[in-house]
């Protein structure tokens, strides 16, 4: 059983949406193309879709700065010291939604009921602490994007269409996975967030089995290269058998890094290849059969 899992190929991600990575449009066509042209031999197409709020933690609207009172700029780093010292500080008004604040990552909140006061500067304090300990990230500020419900939140028109044929022609039903939708917390990975908070923001091991079942071949493609493929395809293959990882194939035609991140994408297929992890282009992928 062959599965393309294709990692959010959403609008704004492509030129013209909020956080365009500029060779997303030729990805995309090779992702069409790929799927009109080999559709019956796909035999499930999984989409995550990068699903936020506009007040997110990694979002401008979240903060202010101490001095100008301003929004932080798009691809500004806060630390955990920066929010400590109070050079950035959060909004106090953030309200929870639905009740669902992140206690289980402070001290002393483990059992904390709804009444409790939720002291936000504190768990900004402690989640950048976290990041920073993961190693992999610190804070970083994106422009919103794909917001829940907007144009940009929706899968671009080629790869849409071309899914849509796909399971007209073949009976396939898309199966999506939404992630980020928690406002406290990022998540690069439609596997787990950076800072698990919460039970929607734990590992989604039904995921990754799912992924596992039955497939012969788990091919990658999306956006965006640098981060949530990145993440996303480290995460199933530290929890895949390796003496099955070639199974795992990575489009590296159909995926690019945001801009200035290029050397994150480049680390991560050297990474994967050492791993055993197949990478190859589209064209290539269905040429034995």
């Known amino acids: 059983m062959t599965t393309l899992l294709i990692i959010d190929c959403q609008r704004d991600f492509h030129p013209g949406g ?5 060779n997303a449009d ?3 066509l090779r992702i069409s193309k790929l799927i009109k042209t080999h559709g019956g031999s796909i035999d499930r197409i999984i989409a995550t879709l990068d699903s936020h709020h506009p007040l997110h933690i990694a979002h401008p609207g979240f903060w202010r700065h101490s001095i100008t009172n301003d929004g932080p700029s798009p691809f500004t780093m806060i630390s955990s010291g920066d ?13 929870s939604g639905g009740g669902r604040y992140p206690y289980p990552i402070l001290e ?17 304090i402690e989640y950048a602490r976290r990041l920073e300990m993961g190693g992999r990230f610190r804070l970083c500020i994106w422009p ?5 419900g907007s144009s940009g939140h929706g899968i671009v028109d080629v790869v849409f ?3 849509n044929a796909w399971c007209r022609d073949t009976g396939g039903i898309i199966e999506y996975v939404y992630k980020g939708m928690n406002p406290w917390t990022e998540m690069y990975s439609a596997l787990c967030a950076e800072v698990p908070v919460g039970i929607d923001t734990g590992f989604n091991r039904d995921l990754l089995e799912s992924l596992k079942d039955g497939t012969d071949r788990l ?26 990882r070639s199974k795992i194939v990575i489009l590296k035609d159909c995926a690019s ?23 190859g282009t589209s064209d290539a992928l269905f040429r034995a059969e």
């Open 144 to 148: 919103e994007h794909c917001l829940i």
């Open 257 to 279: 890094s945001v801009p200035g991140f290029e050397g994150a994408g480049e680390i991560f297929l050297t990474d994967m290849e050492n791993a055993g992890v197949r990478v």
């Open 219 to 244: 091919v990658v493609c999306g956006q965006a290269l640098s981060h949530c493929v990145n993440y996303t395809v480290r995460d199933i293959v530290d929890n895949w058998p390796k003496d099955e």
């Open 26 to 28: 030729s990805d995309a």
């Open 108 to 124: 002393g909140y483990e059992n904390a009921d709804l009444h409790r006061a939720f002291d936000v500067g504190a768990y900004c």
């Open 18 to 22: 909020s956080l365009a990575i500029p």
């Open 83 to 95: 929010i400590e010292n109070g050079t950035w500080i959060p909004r106090g008004d953030v309200k």
């Open 161 to 163: 269409d071309a899914m």
